[in-house]
């Protein structure tokens, strides 16, 4: 059970910080804008926009543009995001696997107070 308790503190150090997560997807979108003379109206579209996408649940979704000097930045978060989630699934095996083995283990009850 140490080994086990050793590896969940090592798993909570290689977290990153909670203030640099994002959950969401990160698109870049080539855009028309409708005029008629415009050059995207010939096929040649306006862009890159980066756009941020989150899925709220099945059928509601929220996005908002991301300025393009911080899509580095949005990005980074994306992928701390995904490895905070992976890390807590990994925590939460192994406390699943230390509250399995301590059910094995006879643990003595407290006598009742009177």
């Not at 080539?30 to 899925?55: E, F, I, M």
């Not at 490895?83 to 643990?107: H, P, T």
Request: hydrophobic share 30%.
């Amino acid at each position: 059970m140490l080994a086990l308790r050793s590896r969940r503190e090592a798993l909570t150090k290689l977290l990153p910080p909670l203030r640099e997560v994002l959950r969401g997807s990160l698109m870049e979108r080539y855009l028309t804008c409708g005029k008629p003379d415009c050059k995207c109206a010939r096929g040649q579209r306006h862009g890159p926009v980066w756009y941020l996408s989150v899925t709220l649940d099945q059928s509601h979704r929220t996005g908002a543009t991301v300025p393009r000097d911080r899509v580095e930045q949005v990005r980074r978060w994306i992928e701390n995001y995904h490895r905070v989630k992976e890390r807590l699934e990994k925590i939460s095996d192994i406390n699943r696997e230390l509250l399995r083995r301590g059910k094995s283990q006879k643990q003595p009850r407290e006598k009742a107070r009177k």
